[in-house]
């Protein structure tokens, strides 16, 4: 295992940032400081991750190219929660929502990273009120190469209940260039959140049999995309929260490179997303990216969970340890 790491500009502030290169002779990862950002992935001699080449364009651009995301993954309706008799109020970013930690979320935040055992394990203490959050919250993320594999571990403290649903939000394009529609995916999922307009759940945990989301056995994901059914035209394409009820959660195919990745996690939920609102952008290393050149697996609890108590939860009461990995194999 090799760990060097190369300066990779300023932030407006000034404050530096860092990128890690990890190789492990099989798979070589570059992981920002910045968000703890999967930068590249290579794989086979493809570099499978979407990314950019300078730290402005990570801060100018949206989409959160893999970037970790927190607080809270996902939508929280009405961008308020209620929690021990006390009310919340958020950042609404995604029309009157709250979305992927808000304002500043951790996937803009600068990081600490040290070197461990196959990686490096990157800290970040999120303040009692940041985001309004409430809690003094300790969070880390480890991110190591296992053979020909990169896994994320996620752990947090908190000294007083707060809410949390960490996740990575990584582009994948499996082939290296192109749209990802012609890539084959398998989904361990027999019901998803339904949602509606705004990408929120319902409630409705539906099964996914007869619809464009049955992906129990494998499809192209353009194959259904644009079907004539709510599930997919309400967020024009696929992204939605699948629940997991086999594994692996995933299995993906690259069309022309024949590269599989098989997605495996401790959370109840992954949302399968086929890039729909990425709009014509300049990648790293001369790619152009543009709509559905990229697709997310964001293992989660599931959306909005807060408002929905049946749900697994995604409170995290004082002195509890919050804990989860998720590992993307080649
Ligand atoms: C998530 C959401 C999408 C979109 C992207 C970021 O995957 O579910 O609706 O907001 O993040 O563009």
Same mark, same amino acid.
């Given at each position: 295992?090799?760990?060097?790491?190369?300066?990779?500009?300023?932030?407006?502030?000034?404050?530096?940032?860092?990128?890690?290169?990890?190789?492990?002779?099989?798979?070589?990862?570059?992981?920002?400081?910045?968000?703890?950002?999967?930068?590249?992935? /290579?794989?086979?001699? %493809?570099? /499978?991750?979407?990314?950019?080449?300078?730290?402005?364009?990570?801060?100018? #651009?949206?989409?959160? !190219?893999?970037?970790?995301?927190?607080?809270?993954?996902?939508?929280? +309706?009405?961008?308020?929660?209620?929690?021990?008799?006390?009310?919340?109020? !958020?950042?609404?970013?995604?029309?009157? #929502?709250?979305?992927?930690?808000?304002?500043?979320?951790?996937?803009?935040?600068?990081? &600490? %990273?040290?070197? @461990?055992?196959?990686? *490096?394990?990157?800290?970040?203490?999120?303040?009692? =009120?940041?985001? #309004?959050?409430?809690?003094?919250?300790?969070?880390?993320?480890?991110?190591?190469?296992?053979?020909?594999?990169?896994? !994320?571990?996620?752990? +947090?403290?908190?000294?007083?209940?707060?809410?949390?649903?960490?996740?990575?939000?990584?582009?994948?394009?499996?082939?290296?260039?192109?749209?990802?529609?012609?890539?084959?995916?398998?989904?361990?999922?027999?019901?998803?959140?339904?949602?509606?307009?705004?990408?929120?759940?319902?409630?409705?945990?539906?099964?996914?049999?007869?619809?464009?989301?049955?992906?129990?056995?494998?499809?192209? *994901?353009?194959?259904?995309?644009?079907?004539?059914?709510?599930? %997919?035209?309400?967020?024009? =394409?696929?992204?939605?929260?699948?629940?997991?009820?086999?594994?692996?959660?995933?299995?993906?195919?690259?069309?022309?490179?024949?590269?599989?990745?098989? %997605?495996?996690?401790?959370?109840?939920?992954?949302?399968?997303?086929?890039? &729909?609102?990425?709009?014509?952008?300049?990648?790293?290393?001369?790619?152009?990216?543009?709509?559905?050149?990229?697709?997310? !697996?964001?293992?989660?609890?599931?959306?909005?969970? *807060?408002?929905?108590?049946?749900?697994? @939860?995604?409170?995290?009461?004082?002195?509890?340890?919050?804990?989860?990995?998720?590992?993307?194999?080649?």
């Amino acid at each position: 295992m090799n760990i060097t790491k190369r300066p990779f500009g300023t932030l407006a502030d000034g404050r530096a940032v860092t990128c890690w290169c990890m190789d492990n002779g099989v798979v070589q990862a570059e992981v920002l400081d910045y968000g703890v950002t999967i930068r590249s992935l /290579v794989v086979d001699g %493809v570099d /499978v991750v979407l990314g950019y080449d300078t730290i402005e364009e990570y801060v100018a #651009n949206d989409g959160y !190219l893999g970037a970790t995301i927190g607080r809270v993954g996902n939508r929280i +309706a009405g961008s308020c929660f209620e929690l021990n008799g006390k009310n919340y109020h !958020l950042y609404a970013n995604d029309g009157k #929502n709250h979305l992927h930690g808000g304002k500043e979320g951790f996937d803009a935040k600068i990081w &600490n %990273v040290e070197e @461990t055992e196959n990686g *490096i394990v990157c800290s970040y203490l999120s303040v009692d =009120g940041e985001e #309004n959050y409430p809690g003094n919250l300790q969070v880390k993320v480890t991110v190591t190469l296992e053979g020909k594999a990169i896994q !994320l571990k996620y752990w +947090a403290t908190t000294d007083a209940d707060t809410i949390l649903n960490l996740t990575n939000h990584t582009y994948f394009n499996l082939d290296g260039k192109g749209d990802i529609l012609s890539h084959t995916i398998r989904l361990g999922a027999d019901r998803y959140c339904a949602g509606d307009e705004g990408c929120l759940p319902t409630g409705e945990l539906a099964p996914v049999q007869g619809t464009a989301m049955d992906f129990l056995t494998p499809h192209m *994901i353009g194959e259904r995309i644009d079907a004539d059914e709510d599930c %997919v035209k309400l967020s024009g =394409g696929y992204d939605s929260n699948f629940i997991i009820s086999s594994s692996p959660a995933a299995v993906v195919k690259g069309a022309q490179s024949g590269i599989t990745m098989t %997605v495996t996690t401790t959370e109840p939920g992954v949302q399968f997303y086929s890039g &729909n609102f990425m709009k014509f952008r300049k990648g790293k290393n001369g790619a152009i990216y543009h709509r559905r050149y990229g697709f997310c !697996l964001e293992t989660q609890h599931f959306p909005d969970s *807060i408002h929905h108590p049946e749900w697994p @939860t995604c409170i995290l009461k004082a002195g509890e340890t919050y804990e989860s990995t998720t590992k993307y194999a080649f």
